[in-house]
């Protein structure tokens, strides 16, 4: 008896030095590795950007550093991941964590991701509660208080890294520049209701992840403006037309379920309103967590997924938004108002930049390729996504199939023309390989 409580007293001995010293905290206790953390993090990343209504774009940019952040914070505690030092662009250096000292590496991912997401949202304090009750369940989970505090001081120092790198994108220098209206016959111009200016007209001079440039998968020349019936550019503009005036239910769902139009401006009498919503990133990132949650991903893979598709959604913006500030096409509401019929309305809401290539379709290519690549074909899932936007549930046997729903549902919108959709489809479809054979994060 003597001999098996004395057994009893060692190991329990050498249980508590492990959590002090010798284990990760992620190992004893594995409530701190919950992938939860990182999907509650991203969802109030997201409706702070829709409370500050950030444009498409510039969301895609802000996932883009968070996630990398978080992944960066996390991947020295991880044998089987690497850094994406050296493989993106102009990434060159990042702070590593004291050697001998131990660390809880979700907590630094987290806290990692919160740096970044206040340094680049205006209403940082929705975060304080979020943050106090998100760090103190590590506290719960009987984390030391001296690993807690390390962590959370590494995790602060490598988003502060990340946001210098951010500063170097020339994103602040594309700031307050306006868009010069080209004045010619067939080039695009403000659309009803709110006549807005263009949005993000120099995002093509923001620094890719993977691209070489913004012009590498640039796509054919769109049809040339000829008002001649039997022209190829009068074809789509009358397919959009008729679409328009005889759509079915179903497109009208698909329509509506992929409208992802962060500001929809309502005309009410003589009150204007506006309707805040998730942008298209943010959908195509909530179908990610979906599917990590369905797959039952573990921290670092979610950590990855999140990474992977939001550098495809930054990519595909910057060759989306190249193209449309090149070619300066005409949006299908101006050209059927002014030729064909000028009661003739879109299904959804005309948003403010030129028409061709179309975003959703271009940033759908590319996160279908790589959440294909990530969790393979034939995928089937449920996308209930903006349904508390009053947009419905999608129901989707694999990624490349939402993303060519998403494509055409422009079309039944009646806010693009169908090259504008297959274009920037094939045209994403290349950024997200691109991203897929850049960013290696399997060592």
């Known amino acids: 008896m003597k001999k098996l409580r004395l057994l009893f007293l060692v190991g329990l001995v050498v249980s508590i030095n492990a959590c002090k010293t010798g284990k990760k905290p992620e190992e004893y206790n594995p409530v701190v590795s919950n992938p939860d953390f990182l999907h509650s993090a ?20 802000i996932y883009s550093y968070a996630n990398l952040a978080a992944y960066e914070a ?42 970044v997401a206040r340094g680049l949202t205006f209403s940082v304090d929705k975060y304080d509660q979020f943050e106090k009750d998100l760090y103190k369940k590590f506290e719960d989970a009987g984390v030391p208080s001296d690993v807690i505090d390390r962590s959370m001081k590494y995790g602060e120092e490598v988003g502060k890294s990340i946001m210098a790198y951010a500063k170097t994108d020339k994103y602040p220098q594309t700031r307050g520049l306006r868009y010069t209206l080209q004045n010619k016959p067939g080039t695009w111009v403000p659309t009803p209701p709110a006549y807005a200016d ?7 001079k923001i620094r890719p992840i993977a691209l070489d440039s913004a012009n590498q998968f640039m796509p054919p020349r769109p049809p040339a403006y000829d008002l001649n019936k039997t022209s190829p550019f009068m074809k789509e503009v009358m397919e959009v037309y008729n679409i328009g005036k005889n759509l079915s239910e179903e ?11 962060a500001f929809v401006m309502n005309v009410v009498g003589h009150v204007m309103f506006a309707n805040k919503k998730m942008t298209p990133g943010g959908h195509w990132l909530a179908i990610t967590q979906t599917i990590c949650k369905d797959k039952k991903a573990n921290f670092a893979q979610t950590l990855e997924a999140y990474m992977l598709v939001s550098f495809a959604l930054r990519d595909a913006f910057i060759a989306c938004w190249e193209e449309k ?18 009661k003739w ?17 271009t940033i759908s290519g590319a996160s279908a390729e790589v959440l294909t690549h990530l969790f393979g074909d034939n995928v089937a899932f449920t996308d209930s996504t903006e349904h508390r936007f009053g ?28 090259s504008a959709c297959d274009e920037g489809l094939k045209a994403g479809t290349k950024v997200g390989q691109l991203v897929i054979e850049k960013a290696k994060t399997k060592r």
């Open 42 to 61: 991203f969802y109030k990343l997201t409706d702070v950007m829709i409370f500050d209504i950030f444009s498409p774009p510039v969301a895609s940019r």
């Open 251 to 261: 497109e009208q769902r698909i329509a509506w379920f992929w409208d992802d139009n």
């Open 391 to 418: 947009h419905g549930v999608g129901q989707f046997k694999s990624f490349r199939e939402a993303a060519s729903q998403a494509s055409v549902s422009r079309v039944y919108g009646g806010i693009h023309f169908r």
């Open 325 to 342: 500030y090149r070619s300066h096409k005409i949006r299908p509401e101006t050209v059927i108002n002014a030729s064909i019929d000028p």
């Open 345 to 361: 309305t879109p299904y959804l809401q005309t948003p403010p930049f030129p028409e061709y290539t179309s975003g959703h379709s």
């Open 74 to 115: 996390y991947v020295p505690g991880d044998k089987n991941y690497q850094s994406m030092v050296g493989q993106i662009k102009d990434l060159k250096d990042i702070p590593q964590p004291e050697t001998g000292k131990e660390y809880c590496y979700p907590l630094a991912s987290l806290k990692s991701f919160m740096t």
């Open 198 to 204: 263009a949005v993000e007209p120099n995002w093509g």
